[in-house]
């Protein structure tokens, strides 16, 4: 999902005119983000680095059922992308079942709820946007200064936009496949594929970076799915295929920003830094981690739980820290819950803009290409 974000602020951002700028920012939509008054916020790097919190919602809200139906809605991928003001780049996913501290909240009804223990993603099914970035930065110690969200609609009309992208899926080992292990078939992201090479549309592409369940290594094995994808998604921008055919650089944004949520404070403009980075995501200007945990269980739930120290370690180079509060000490936790199974579904796209924005969206394009064909990013070969 996080692909379509960064297509789309790449493609809009990075060169393109005030006027496109500005018909592209009536298009995305805005969220506040509140804060207890008895979270105490990190200080903000200053310095002119920037950490943008990128999300992928499964939010089914606008769909008209056609992805089924859950419960609330989830953070499904959470990324940090940290702009150090030395010049690197680098994207740190969350695994889903990292077992964090959700800070205490209120919810829509006015009840208050206290701190307690839970799956990331529970954060976002509770609190929306602001428990979320109160949860990761209370996590890792490190000020975010804008969130960026996009949902089902948005990443499958990209993707479908674009003519599809290719994968490649290795094969599992044979030990593996006697535990019971299948990464070609999964009954709850609904993914179906086969070993090599698999071309996917939208509702495909959806369910192969949710899947988790029958992978070895669930959350970070779909962590790696989501990053070859993400280097895909950019080759296939690249391509002289998109780059000569103007109305399908306008189809691709249309669907990505349709289904756009920035924060409140951000505007696409404000995000020009990271479209300016991510144009050297294929010659290694981009990197790419993952939060270091391990499999373990808490409260009868099979979770993902990190080292402090380790933690510490992993986080100490992007300016952040472990708090005592957020690793030790005993609270509440919550019960496991049933995952619910994906729907794929056809998006239909949205109307087209002005012969200006064909012309500025090709030239944004254009910035791409030389990054991005000449080296495949790391994260893009073959996974599970």
């Not at 200053?46 to 606008?62: E, F, K, M, P, Y």
């Not at 979320?132 to 936009?161: C, K, P, W």
């Not at 899947?211 to 989501?226: A, F, M, T, W």
Request: proline share 4%.
């Amino acid at each position: 999902m996080i692909a379509a974000v960064l297509a789309a602020i790449v493609l809009v951002v990075a060169s393109t005119g005030w006027a496109v700028l500005r018909h592209y920012d009536g298009r995305v939509h805005h969220v506040p983000l509140t804060f207890s008054s008895d979270v105490d916020r990190p200080s903000a790097a200053g310095g002119g680095t920037q950490n943008i919190l990128l999300v992928g919602s499964d939010s089914r809200a606008g769909t008209n059922g056609e992805f089924g139906s859950a419960q609330g809605q989830r953070s499904d991928t959470t990324i940090l992308a940290h702009l150090d003001a030395s010049g690197s780049t680098t994207l740190i996913s969350f695994p889903r079942d990292l077992w964090v501290r959700i800070p205490a909240y209120t919810d829509t009804r006015g009840t208050r709820h206290d701190a307690q223990r839970s799956k990331l993603n529970s954060a976002y099914s509770y609190g929306g946007p602001s428990l979320l970035v109160s949860t990761i930065e209370g996590f890792t110690g490190i000020r975010i200064n804008h969130y960026v969200q996009i949902d089902f609609v948005g990443f499958q009309g990209m993707t479908d936009a674009l003519g599809g992208v290719s994968v490649c899926i290795k094969e599992l080992p044979p030990e593996l496949k006697a535990r019971g292990f299948d990464n070609l078939h999964d009954h709850y992201s609904g993914f179906s594929g086969q070993v090599g090479e698999n071309r996917l549309n939208g509702a495909q592409a959806l369910a192969f970076v949710r899947q988790r369940y029958g992978l070895p290594e669930s959350d970070i094995d779909r962590i790696r799915r989501q990053q070859q994808f993400l280097g895909v998604v950019f080759q296939r921008i690249a391509s002289s295929d998109t780059l000569l055919n103007p109305s399908k650089l306008i189809n691709v944004v249309d669907a990505a920003t349709s289904a756009l949520t920035l924060d409140e404070g951000t505007s696409l403009g404000d995000l020009r830094g990271l479209a300016v980075r991510m144009q050297s995501i294929g010659t290694g200007g981009v990197a790419f981690a993952t939060v270091p945990a391990a499999a373990a269980t808490r409260a009868g739930q099979s979770v993902l739980l990190s080292d402090p120290t380790q933690l510490g370690a992993f986080l100490e180079p992007f300016g952040g820290r472990v708090d005592e509060q957020s690793s030790t000490g005993a609270l509440p936790v919550t019960p496991a819950r049933t995952p619910a199974t994906a729907v794929p579904a056809t998006w239909s796209g949205s109307a087209s803009v002005q012969a200006a924005s064909i012309a500025a969206v090709s030239t944004a394009a254009s910035a791409v290409t030389a990054a991005a064909q000449e080296a495949v990013p790391a994260g893009a070969g073959c996974t599970y």
